[in-house]
């Protein structure tokens, strides 16, 4: 066993116990966990099961987490910059039949996926612990790889496509996941960005939610603060809950796209339409080529595809970009 993989047994147990044996590393600090699951993917240190893609059947999930991540890189290559105890800093791989992954009226919602993921572990994880805003706030998907937490920015997936040694029918997909668990409010990239101390009280509940003790739960509840990151105990038993829960979600999900993609995709198109923050709203879109686009958001189609009508009433397909809420 690598320091990698003890050091996941240790300290995410409950992730190691949903993933496939042997198949999560946890690194101090890493520079991008995309980058080190596509290189431990590319030289044999993690695999995925292509057999269980093919047929169909529920695939192996593989993990790389970090601590600190230094070089982690969001759409557009934006960087993203983690400390330790304040981020989810985590990918995952599963393996899919490369002709679902290279479907252009199905694969976009492949990403989607991964956000829809995101979020039932995120419900999963703060269902019991007392929230801070009155009502609650929502966790919602921002088109197409945000994620919203009270009409803030909470977190984002990075998604690719990695080719797999010797697997012609196969390929992986990589989601790196990364969420603000314990920013402190005066460190927050942006006046649009949240941290998720800021909605839940996870101090007080930590003890019978997550199962850390009466010590932690204790510590977490007296350094719980909308300033003050929370304890690195807390945090640690956060990530674990998540990662386990997306683990589950991704497996099952894929499932069931690659058995029948084109009857997903018209399932999930009406499940992201109820959690999307994106329609209806004033949107800037920003594509690779530097260009820009303004307008409204107005419908997400059967291929995941968004449709925005620009200031000119003029309609736009677009399926490539990163899209911001105006404010």
């Known amino acids: 066993?690598?320091?990698?993989?003890?050091?996941?047994?240790?300290?995410?147990?409950?992730?190691?116990?949903?993933?496939?044996?042997?198949?999560?590393?946890?690194?101090?600090e890493a520079g991008s966990t995309n980058t080190v699951m596509r290189e431990a993917l590319a030289?044999?240190?993690?695999?995925?099961?292509?057999?269980?893609?093919?047929?169909?059947?529920?695939?192996?999930?593989?993990?790389?987490?970090a601590d600190t991540q230094t070089a982690g890189r969001g759409r557009?290559?934006?960087?993203?910059?983690?400390?330790?105890g304040e981020s989810f800093t985590v990918s995952f791989a599963i393996a899919v039949p490369r002709s679902v992954a290279t479907n252009a009226n199905v694969n976009g919602w492949l990403q989607m996926i991964a956000g829809l993921s995101a979020r039932d572990a995120l419900l999963d994880v703060t269902r019991g612990l007392m929230p801070l805003d009155d009502p609650p706030a929502g966790i919602l998907l921002k088109w197409p790889n945000d994620i919203f937490c009270g009409?803030?920015?909470?977190?984002?997936?990075?998604?690719?496509?990695?080719?797999?040694?010797?697997?012609?029918?196969?390929?992986?997909?990589?989601f790196g996941i990364g969420l603000n668990l314990a920013v402190p409010a005066?460190?927050?990239?942006?006046?649009?960005?949240?941290?998720?101390?800021?909605?839940?009280?996870?101090?007080?509940?930590?003890?019978?939610?997550?199962?850390?003790?009466?010590?932690?739960?204790?510590?977490?509840?007296?350094?719980?603060?909308?300033?003050?990151?929370?304890?690195?105990?807390?945090?640690?038993?956060?990530?674990?809950?998540?990662?386990?829960r997306v683990v589950a979600s991704l497996r099952s999900r894929i499932a069931s796209f690659v058995a029948r993609p084109h009857d997903e995709a018209g399932r999930l198109l009406a499940e992201t339409k109820a959690c999307?923050?994106?329609?209806?709203?004033?949107?800037?879109?920003?594509f690779t080529d530097g260009s820009t686009l303004r307008g409204t958001a107005l419908a997400l189609n059967p291929d995941a595809s968004l449709t925005i009508r620009d200031d000119n009433g003029e309609t736009r397909i677009?399926?490539?970009a990163d899209v911001g809420v105006l404010a």
């Open 1 to 28: 066993m690598t320091q990698a993989m003890a050091r996941a047994a240790e300290r995410m147990p409950h992730a190691v116990a949903a993933a496939a044996s042997g198949m999560v590393l946890l690194f101090d």
């Open 43 to 65: 030289d044999g240190r993690l695999t995925v099961g292509s057999d269980a893609a093919v047929s169909g059947t529920a695939a192996d999930v593989a993990i790389v987490a």
């Open 76 to 84: 557009l290559d934006h960087v993203w910059v983690s400390r330790a």
């Open 151 to 174: 009409g803030r920015k909470l977190g984002g997936v990075l998604a690719e496509m990695v080719f797999l040694p010797d697997d012609p029918r196969s390929v992986a997909l990589v």
């Open 186 to 244: 005066d460190r927050l990239p942006t006046g649009q960005s949240t941290s998720l101390q800021l909605h839940y009280q996870v101090g007080d509940a930590a003890g019978a939610h997550y199962g850390i003790g009466d010590a932690g739960a204790a510590i977490a509840g007296d350094a719980f603060s909308g300033t003050v990151g929370l304890p690195a105990v807390v945090t640690d038993a956060v990530r674990d809950r998540i990662a386990a």
């Open 276 to 286: 999307c923050w994106t329609l209806g709203k004033q949107v800037e879109a920003h």
């Open 318 to 320: 677009v399926r490539t």
